[in-house]
């Protein structure tokens, strides 16, 4: 199973776009890449998935480089209720997807 | 569209009874995994099923069993309930048991062990 690693917090200020980067050196070439976003007491909410080079939608961008050995999540102009938890995943089977500690962002006003 | 909806939001109990937690996917979803969530730590995986099937297992005693419904709902069953078993419990569904769909999580039971 790939392994990710996060950095455990960042911070930031309202309008500034945050990129956060996951290495996950072992990942498997069915392997897809998926990042969630979880509030406290609520479950994840799926952002976005890629599995090669950039994928965009409505609120994030995923840049993944051609070996994928790391993925890059990218929130644009962020607010205050982008504070949370984002967790990076990879798995091609949805029973062996595993969420590691996360990193936890803190936007500043 | 209902979303994941799990049942109860709350509950408490005491060491050593057994508890049953519930969850309903979206509509068309086959596929429900079940999550685990200690405070202050990432969803750890317990169970995935897919058309009534379990297809994966992680690493959680004996004490932890479920089962899916023909309608797909699923039912999650803790026994002998310690201490260390209260966390917020997350059911999740997806169409497929594939990885490349994202799962929908439902907003979890908050079980506490007293």
């Known amino acids: 199973l790939a392994k990710t690693t996060q950095p455990i917090s960042m911070d930031s200020y309202e309008g500034q776009e945050v990129n956060i980067t996951c290495s996950h050196n072992?990942?498997?070439?069915?392997?897809?890449i998926t990042w969630y976003q979880q509030f406290p007491s609520q479950g994840p909410r799926f952002i976005i998935q890629?599995?090669?080079t950039k994928v965009t939608n409505e609120v994030a961008s995923l840049f993944i480089p051609a070996d994928r050995k790391s993925s890059t999540l990218s929130l644009p102009r962020v607010s205050l209720s982008d504070t949370a938890v984002y967790y990076c995943l990879v798995g091609a089977n949805n029973n062996d997807m595993r969420f590691g500690a996360g990193t936890r962002l803190t936007v500043k006003p | 569209d209902a979303g994941v909806t799990q049942s109860p939001t709350h509950l408490i109990k005491t060491r050593g009874q057994q508890v049953t937690l519930r969850c309903s996917p979206i509509s068309g979803h086959k596929s429900v995994s079940w999550y685990q969530q200690v405070l202050g730590q990432g969803p750890q995986f317990i169970f995935q099923?897919?058309?009534?099937?379990?297809?994966g297992r992680g690493n959680f005693p004996d004490r932890f069993s479920a089962r899916q419904f023909p309608n797909y709902s699923s039912e999650l069953n803790v026994n002998a309930l310690l201490l260390g078993d209260s966390a917020l419990y997350l059911c999740?569904?997806?169409?497929?048991?594939?990885?490349?769909?994202?799962?929908?999580f439902g907003s979890g039971t908050r079980l506490t062990v007293v």
């Open positions: 072992n990942i498997a070439t069915n392997d897809y």
């Open positions: 999740a569904s997806s169409k497929r048991a594939l990885g490349d769909y994202g799962y929908t």
């Open positions: 890629g599995y090669k």
């Open positions: 099923y897919y058309e009534k099937e379990e297809r």
